[in-house]
């Protein structure tokens, strides 16, 4: 397995919170039910997932992690609810149009160059100021 050397670069914040607007990237293998899901073995592709997405059409394919809870409630590994639920409570701005799931890839070279940009182009077309990741 090849491990990156790039640090990841401090970023401050440009406005607080309380007007920041936040998208969710998961790598948990997230994905609606209703889109392809991903390739069990390797899988360098992402998924859109919609800001009104409800938890129930939600669902999880990797084989590398046991997610029976997150199945259950997929707040656990994507936490839409509580990202509305801080929203609504004036602690951040809103939630962001676009979130996304991604699938699993040990082809980190792929990711880094190929699946990441094409995540972070979205992102810059989105209305989100801000990014919180969740592993999978």
Known sequence: MEMSRRCVPYTPLFKPLEKMKFSLISVAGLHLKSQEAYNKEA?????????????????????????????????????????????????????????????????????????????????ERSNADGVILTAG
């Open 43 to 123: 899988d360098e592709t992402y998924r859109l997932i919609p800001a009104d997405v409800k938890v129930e059409d939600l669902m999880f394919t990797h084989e590398h992690y046991d997610h029976t809870d997150a199945d259950k409630d997929p707040n656990l590994m994507f936490p839409i609810d509580r990202l509305r639920e801080l929203a609504e409570a004036g602690i951040i701005g809103g939630v962001a149009s676009k979130h996304f799931g991604m699938g699993y890839s040990m082809k980190l070279k792929e990711v880094y160059a190929n699946t990441i940009p094409a995540i972070a182009k979205e992102i």
